[in-house]
């Protein structure tokens, strides 16, 4: 299984980035399930829409619905739980939700 995040799955979608054939090939070459949260899903779908079209972001939604991209949940005792990288970290990129436990 590989969690995603933003980055590498808009590069993957999108075949205008330098890292495209990169993340094109490392997800293609998995081994179990792509799984994503909910604020990545928001997030790829803003930057896809933004960046390629609203076809491509019906795309991201549909390889959701089809279980192509697992969602994974975290909840308030989740995030209550993580720590708080930014606060205890300086010049810290990850947040808290990037930080945080998941749930299929």
Known sequence: MILLDTGPLVAAINRRDRQHQACRKLLESRAGELLVTPYVIAEVCW??????????????????????????????DELRASPNCCTNTPNCTTGRASASPMHP
């Open 47 to 76: 930057m896809v829409s933004s960046r390629i079209g609203a076809t491509a972001e019906a795309n991201v939604v549909d390889a959701v619905a089809a279980d192509e991209l697992r969602q994974v949940t975290i909840g308030d």
